[in-house]
């Protein structure tokens, strides 16, 4: 009988994930993972469990599906998320703090405006009239006499008199008609009519009869900023938002030059920038706030930037911003254009310096700036700009950063409603993270841990949640790390499962391994792995053989003796006779980290096998 013959494998699956045909050395089957779930590589280059995101939040029955990391001027912060139609502040408790789950309508008179101002509506007999249809219904008739509505207060109570289902308010200095119902049915529908002269038109300061926003019981895709201590969130299809940071009162924005609402804002350069107003038909157009004013658009500096001529490979559509090293970014759906600021950073005397064609952005939210590099999650992957190439190169070369594991990223992104798609980024284990909560997968991509040449890309790893995916992520300025989930608003610390819908197991498998010569028969004997674990842990050793999807196991458990000081090895006894097979682990996380330091599987020789 033929010795046993044994395999080792040091730091299994130190390279992260493999899907592709890229396997730079002969070690590639122990390096590598065809599955690594919920797993990190820890700075010694060891697979380990990832942290659990613990819940904050108490007593909150919705699912987070946003956040932001709000920055005050005194120093604190905010963190804000949202859900079914309610931006919420806070960790522990969820605050409301504006809630558009009403439909609504904005008659823009210019902001400013209190119940004292004056509407401008002459002193006398004259009928002013206007029709608002409240949840789909028949339009109702607004009819008052100009004596009876000299001043907001007035005019209010004169508007309330004459409609039911939905009341008049003023809101941020405006006017706001708002649906009493809430949900996708909650609506307002403002016309003029009625037989009498235009009641809005005639306003002092009217602006507009802004596009009205559809009551929700969702559409929590909000894009957020902050300037000059202000909150801004844009959403298509709900009105840009500015909220004062101390009371989260809604402030009037002055001058809105589009005409529904924009999907993507950014503060950057002291001002901003907002794109993407696809439902008014304007797709194509970037416009800046007055510098450090978010709240003004036609006043000062502000001003706008056409790219429909200057897209690559004819027309294209903005999806996303990004600012870095002076320059903006604007990510089309099939390409990338850059535009540099000159000295005197005067938005409007910016130029196209770059354009990258046949690679756009097909999420907004998986934009991330890390250390000046710029990461986005395109049609055929994850890639990255690099830094170098936007400052001192006019042919800025995208790196795919998901080149390992290209094929799944193509097929999970596919399935996934691209605007629910969210990333983010933890600074003390520089992780970028990229979600798909219909696939309940998140991506995590260690950005330092770039692996040799000439693969050079980061090592990744996949995570999930049973019955909870992640939604959203943000970090706050002391690296706390959080994200959006059921319940609230969860919290990157330790390895407690909460529970039910919160728990987690570590998998892993390694790839396919021929024990150096494919054509010999192996009869599978024993294995032996090392793992940090703690006494009393459970798991399920687990190997495939010969390209079959059919899974063998043995379960374990973590001696006492063996694990007294955290650290120890556990043996089992296998079977099956191959010519490859595939090795992997599982173990439940339930309070302790877990870590692989190494497997060795045992085999006796057989016989040369003919395929």
């Not at 009403?102 to 006398?124: C, H, W």
């Amino acid at each position: 009988m033929s010795a046993l013959r044994g395999i080792s494998f040091f730091k299994p699956g130190s390279y992260g994930l493999s899907s592709q045909d890229l396997i730079a050395s002969n070690d590639g089957p122990k390096l590598f993972s065809s599955q690594a779930s919920n797993l990190v590589i820890d700075a010694t280059g060891k697979l380990c469990s990832r942290e659990d995101f613990v819940l904050q939040t108490a007593g909150f029955s919705g699912t987070s599906k946003q956040t932001y990391i709000h920055r005050n001027n005194d120093g604190t912060e905010t963190l804000l998320s949202a859900a079914a139609g309610v931006v919420y502040s806070g960790i522990v408790a969820l605050t409301s703090r504006f809630d558009y789950r009403s439909g609504s309508q904005i008659v823009d008179v210019g902001g400013s405006r209190t119940g004292a101002t004056s509407t401008g509506l002459s002193n006398s007999a004259t009928t002013y009239t206007y029709t608002v249809a409240v949840d789909g219904g028949a339009p109702q008739t607004i009819s008052l006499l100009g004596s009876a509505a000299q001043t907001y207060t007035n005019l209010i109570s004169e508007i309330n008199a004459d409609i039911t289902g939905a009341t008049a308010s003023l809101i941020g200095g405006n006017l706001v008609f708002t649906s009493s119902s809430t949900g996708a049915s909650s609506s307002i529908s403002l016309a003029s009519g009625g037989g009498g002269s235009n009641l809005l038109t005639t306003l002092t300061g009217f602006v507009a009869v802004r596009t009205a926003t559809a009551g929700t019981a969702a559409a929590e895709n909000w894009q957020f900023a902050t300037l000059t201590s202000h909150i801004f969130a844009a959403q298509a299809g709900q009105a840009f938002v500015c909220l004062n940071e101390s009371t989260f009162a809604v402030v009037s924005i002055v001058g809105q030059p589009w005409t529904s609402s924009p999907n993507c804002v950014i503060a950057a350069d002291g001002r901003l920038w907002a794109a993407d107003d696809a439902a008014g038909s304007n797709s194509y157009t970037v416009w800046w706030s007055n510098l450090l004013d978010g709240t003004a658009w036609n006043t000062g500096d502000a001003g706008s930037l056409d790219v429909r001529n200057v897209w690559p490979a004819g027309q294209d559509s903005i999806v996303a911003l990004a600012f870095m090293s002076g320059r903006l970014l604007i990510f089309g759906r099939h390409s990338i254009l850059l535009y540099t600021l000159d000295s005197t950073h005067n938005p409007a005397a910016m130029t196209l310096t770059d354009v990258i064609s046949g690679k756009g952005c097909s999420a907004r939210d998986s934009v991330q700036i890390i250390d000046g590099d710029v990461y986005f999650l395109s049609d055929d992957g994850v890639y990255k700009i690099p830094k170098l190439a936007q400052t001192i190169s006019l042919l800025p070369v995208p790196v795919k950063i998901s080149k390992m594991v290209a094929d799944d990223v193509i097929s999970t992104f596919a399935s996934e409603t691209l605007t629910a798609v969210r990333s983010g980024y933890y600074p003390k284990q520089r992780f970028y993270v990229l979600s798909a909560p219909v696939a309940n997968k998140t991506y995590c991509f260690h950005v330092d841990r770039v692996l040799p040449d000439p693969i050079a890309v980061p090592a990744v790893t996949t995570w999930t949640n049973t019955g909870n995916p992640f939604r959203a992520f943000a970090v706050d300025k002391d690296g706390n790390w959080y994200t959006a989930m059921a319940s609230g608003i969860g919290k990157y610390s330790g390895y407690t499962s909460d529970g039910g819908n919160s728990t987690y197991t570590v998998d892993w498998y390694g790839l396919w391994d021929d024990f150096a010569d494919e054509t010999k028969l192996k009869h599978l004997k024993n294995f032996a792995m090392t793992l940090e674990a703690t006494s009393g842990q459970t798991g399920t050793f687990k190997w495939k053989t010969d390209y079959s999807s059919t899974a063998n196991s043995v379960s374990f458990t973590c001696s006492a003796g063996e694990f007294s000081d955290g650290i120890g090895t556990v043996t089992g006894a296998i079977g099956r006779s191959c010519s490859v097979a595939m090795f992997g682990f599982s173990m439940p996380v339930s309070g302790n980290k877990i870590t692989l330091d190494a497997m060795r599987v045992y085999a006796q020789p057989g016989a040369t096998k003919i395929r």
